[in-house]
């Protein structure tokens, strides 16, 4: 609107989610058990994790990694989302809006380094087994996990960085359940090219690449089992890569969901039904995915439980 005169705006509204209120007990109830078992799963695959020196390996210190990171994220927004569902009050202050975007690209990034890292390990792991512990050692794994957090760290910097640059006007609702970058480059009112710009480019690096190189693993470990077609090779592909595979087909599934998907009418409501699935369903289902298909989990697991029955 022209004439408008810049507010300092010193805190938003948060929407939250389209719910007819009859629905409201329910959905609340739905999603403060998915938030629980997404806590509860992940803390249980971190805690297994930690116990058993068998689970030592570089596939799951990176699980474990990924484990934080699920639980991490949906941190950044479930606790939020459930307490305005309760409450009156559904603002956020401007520093807390902040701080949620940086937590957000900040763990959403981690998540998809870390599944980079994981192909990468398999990829070692099927096509040179005879030289994976001299490849994959631990001084590697430790200066992987920490380029990836010096990536993902300069990537929601960045991001948060160009967002306090912006100004926003009278308009401070937020058609959505959590801070979201997108929704808040549409409230503000100055120039917003740069940031767009910036998040086409780095935004394209940070999905893109990662879902390349990943492919590129894939691609390599696949013809290194079909140069010896057996029913054994696809066994082994199956049986060290299955559940990594099941995980990157589930996130980034989502991703292309978003872009594919059937675009309905209404984008908000698409957009916060997508934002739901890899907030909440996707860290939720996880620790299971690797736990139901994985006998060293299941292993741990039993392990745990034998211990507690001997006390
Ligand atoms: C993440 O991975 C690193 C390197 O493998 C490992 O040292 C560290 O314990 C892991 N952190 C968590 C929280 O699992």
């Not at 409201?24 to 739905?30: C, G, I, M, Q, V």
């Not at 079909?226 to 890569?241: A, E």
């Amino acid at each position: 609107m022209p004439g408008n005169n810049q507010t300092i705006i010193s805190q938003f509204l948060l929407l939250g989610l389209p719910i007819a209120p009859e629905y409201e007990h329910l959905f609340y109830a739905l999603f403060l058990a998915m938030y629980l078992t997404t806590v509860l799963g992940n803390l249980i695959i971190i805690i297994l994790i930690i116990l058993d020196s068998h689970l030592h390996t570089p596939m799951y210190l990176f699980l474990s990694n990924l484990s934080f990171s699920d639980l991490c994220f949906s941190s950044v927004t479930m606790p939020k989302l459930l307490q305005n569902m309760q409450s009156q009050d559904t603002s956020i202050p401007y520093a807390g809006c902040l701080t949620q975007v940086y937590f957000f690209l900040f763990f959403a990034a981690l998540e998809n380094f870390l599944l980079v890292a994981m192909a990468y390990d398999r990829y070692v792991a099927i096509c040179f087994p005879l030289h994976y512990a001299s490849i994959m050692s631990p001084k590697l794994c430790v200066s992987l996990v920490l380029l990836i957090w010096v990536l993902t760290t300069l990537y929601a910097m960045l991001h948060t960085l160009l967002l306090t640059r912006l100004s926003f006007c009278e308009n401070n609702v937020i058609p959505h359940f959590f801070c979201d970058l997108s929704a808040l480059l549409k409230l503000a009112c100055s120039d917003i090219h740069i940031n767009e710009l910036v998040i086409l480019i780095i935004g394209g690096l940070v999905v893109l690449l990662p879902f390349l190189l990943i492919i590129v693993s894939y691609a390599r470990i696949i013809s290194s089992i079909l140069k010896v077609p057996s029913t054994r090779g696809i066994h082994k592909l199956f049986s060290t890569c299955g559940s990594h595979l099941s995980v990157v087909s589930l996130f980034y599934g989502t991703i292309i969901g978003i872009y594919l998907g059937p675009s309905a009418n209404n984008s908000t409501l698409k957009d916060i039904v997508m934002s739901m699935m890899y907030t909440v369903v996707t860290p939720m289902l996880n620790p299971f995915i690797y736990s139901l298909r994985n006998r060293d989990i299941k292993g741990a697991l039993k392990k745990v439980f034998q211990k507690k029955s001997l006390l």
